[in-house]
């Protein structure tokens, strides 16, 4: 999974389907991971957030409000 | 919502707060009320004291304070006085609002002088290293406490409500999309408003706690609270243990910065005469 590379306000995000994530400011909390509805996110061995399901997101958007360092941006 | 990024400070990013700390969580929530509103930032302040909640100004391109200990409302005071077209916001955790900074709070809410202020209560002093503060549960253990809390904590909203204020609620980091709502509920209010966040603090409190992750701590705020509309039907057995959250108080009442500025219209009538 390596998707697609987006610049946003001069930074460099990943999308994958709806998801927009900045691996660099994620602290690998796990709070998107585990209250996340459909399972789609988990942790890396890097100790960082990936995207396992991306075609199980709803959009929900509920990752991006909870994550507490603003790395997931969801598009609806 | 990649519109949160134009209300960030971006090159000082990733900000400082620890890894699963609710402190960033409060920061997006009130951006979204802000952007809600349509407020142009540029009419926003936010002001702060010491403490990690301290360091959100910096991290918000609104216009931004970051003040003394304790002393985020008497500055947001000044501010507004000054100028009440502005939208002032105070962030504070809860030992800069109710211990140093505690006189200020119920004098402001006595006023009801028309800012935001945001409590961020995680039950401890998590920058200057785990001392406990007025809202550490009886029992619970800081580097203060080490057999653990002997004093028994403020119901912060009790507190305020006894003093005055427009708008009191309490939210929680888990409870995102009800925060939102509560926080600008807030922002609209004309007057005193206050909202107190329940936020884990898995540094300081959580560990030393045996809390667990930030997760686990997000999970109890899930479990141990309940909205008020069903508190009301539980009884006092069934309350115990549990904090209530929702909103407690929105009432109309005299903003101080427009009585202020009848007093000084008044007084240039009487110098004119
Ligand atoms: S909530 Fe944010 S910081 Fe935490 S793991 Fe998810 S993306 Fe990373
Ligand atoms: S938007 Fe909802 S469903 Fe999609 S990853 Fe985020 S929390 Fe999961
Ligand atoms: S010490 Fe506690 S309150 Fe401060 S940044 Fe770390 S987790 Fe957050």
Known sequence: MSGEKVKLKGIEWKRYGPLLLNREWCKGCGICVAFCPKNVLKIGEDSKVFVDKEEDCTSCTLCE????DFAILVER | MAKSLEYIRLDKFPHVWCPGCGIGIVM???????????????????VSGIGCSGRMPGYCDFNTLHTTHGRALSFAT?????????????????????AIGGNHLIHAARRNIDILAIIINNWIYGMTGGQYSPTTPLGSFATTAPYGQVEPPFDVLK??????ASYIARGTVYH????????????QKKGFAVVEVISQCPTSFG????????????????????PVKKAEKMSKEELKGKIVR??????????????????????KEVHQK
């Not at chain 2, 995102?176 to 922002?187: A, F, P, T, V």
């Not at chain 2, 929702?246 to 007084?267: H, M, P, S, V, W």
């Open chain 2, 207 to 226: 560990r030393r706690n045996k809390m667990g992750s930030a997760v686990e701590m997000m999970k109890r705020q899930k479990e141990e609270t309940v």
């Open chain 2, 78 to 98: 000044g501010i507004k006085l000054a100028n009440p077209k502005f939208k002032v916001i105070t962030v504070m955790g809860d030992g800069d609002a109710l």
């Open chain 1, 65 to 68: 409000l909870r994550c507490p």
């Open chain 2, 246 to 267: 929702g909103l407690f108080l929105d009432e109309e009442r005299d903003e101080y910065t427009e009585r202020y500025e009848k007093l000084i219209a008044k007084a």
């Open chain 2, 176 to 187: 995102i999309r009800e925060l939102d709502k509560l926080i600008s509920g807030g922002l």
């Open chain 2, 28 to 46: 997006g929530s009130i951006i979204r009320a802000v952007d809600k509103m349509e407020i142009n930032k540029n009419d926003v302040v936010m």
């Open chain 2, 159 to 164: 507190l305020i409500k006894g003093s005055g």
